[in-house]
């Protein structure tokens, strides 16, 4: 039993959250800004501080276990271009700017996801 374990479900089956975030990650790491709801946003940038330091260790393992969590574009861009970038950081690869305009049709908060 997991007790006082709490986990954002997005309104999704664990499967469409997994294919959310993995699209959601790769369009991050292509782009390296994207617009999205704040709270996907701050889940994200959970997910993705974790496949950077991954990345870090620039080793065979490290980069299959971000192939097995992204697709292979992404993956071969994080670990060659992006995770580089940041050797000398030890976290807080990703920045959240919240706008001040909401969504039309749901009033969602949005907000822009980078890296630093």
């Not at 330091?53 to 992006?82: D, G, I, M």
């Amino acid at each position: 039993m997991k007790h006082l374990v709490k986990v954002k479900k997005f309104h999704r089956k664990k499967d469409q959250r997994r294919a959310l975030f993995k699209n959601l990650a790769h369009n991050l790491i292509m782009k390296e800004q994207i617009k999205t709801t704040t709270q996907r946003a701050k889940y994200l940038r959970k997910t993705i501080e974790k496949l950077i330091t991954t990345a870090k260790k620039q080793n065979l393992a490290a980069l299959r276990r971000l192939l097995s969590k992204l697709p292979k574009k992404s993956a071969y861009k994080l670990f060659h271009e992006v995770a580089p970038r940041y050797k000398d950081r030890n976290g807080g690869y990703t920045r959240i700017i919240k706008l001040p305009l909401k969504r039309k049709g749901d009033n969602a908060e949005l907000s822009i996801i980078e890296f630093v």
